[in-house]
């Protein structure tokens, strides 16, 4: 039986929590400038844009109760986003008269990042430098568990964190489970 094989039979026997959960979809996140958003997506990233929805009209009940958000935000557009292999990325552009204008850092309740996968990581580092983003430090090699992997931080355009990581020969932790998180 090969890896992936034995990988999803283990999966099927110890089946547990959502029923018929079959992976994350997408990843949501709402940008201050929708166009700004989209030259750095595609332009700087690689991604696809796939399509576009909205500018949606005003409806209070629907911001509340379904999306959480102030009653009087509005929502200008949502935009969809193929990113190689991995999740969606699903971008919204709202206003709100309750909204907050600072990103999260990683140590706040609500903080992420959003990382990606490369191939070579000193490469995309020196591409993400030529495009002008900040760059947070030099990249850093883990350890124990996660030995292998090399990443490092930086900024999109607003302030949100995405993360660069390579581990090309595979993390320590593959020597000691069959499981495995998730790889290109």
């Not at 110890?14 to 030259?39: C, K, N, S, W, Y």
């Not at 909205?54 to 986003?81: C, K, S, W």
């Not at 600072?102 to 000193?122: C, T």
């Not at 990581?165 to 593959?174: H, L």
Request: charged share 20%; hydrophobic share 35%; aromatic share 12%.
């Amino acid at each position: 039986m090969n890896q992936d094989a034995e990988q999803q039979d283990i999966a099927l026997r110890e089946r547990r929590g959502l029923p018929g959960i079959r992976g994350t979809d997408h990843i949501g996140f709402t940008v201050p400038d929708m166009e700004q958003a989209h030259e750095f997506f595609v332009n700087v990233i690689g991604c696809q844009h796939v399509y576009s929805l909205g500018p949606y009209p005003q409806d209070p009940e629907l911001m509340q109760t379904r999306l959480n958000v102030h009653p009087e935000a509005t929502l200008a557009e949502i935009r969809f986003y193929r990113c190689f292999n991995g999740a969606n990325f699903e971008v919204f552009n709202y206003s709100s008269p309750d909204q907050r204008r600072e990103q999260p850092r990683n140590s706040d309740i609500g903080g992420h990042h959003l990382a990606f996968y490369v191939e070579d990581l000193d490469v995309a580092v020196c591409h993400l430098k030529n495009h002008g983003i900040q760059v947070l430090g030099e990249p850093t090699s883990s350890s124990v568990a996660s030995e292998g992997q090399r990443w490092v931080y930086f900024l999109a355009p607003w302030g949100m964190q995405f993360e660069l990581v390579s581990f090309p020969q595979g993390k320590a932790y593959e020597s000691q489970t069959p499981l495995r998180l998730w790889m290109p």
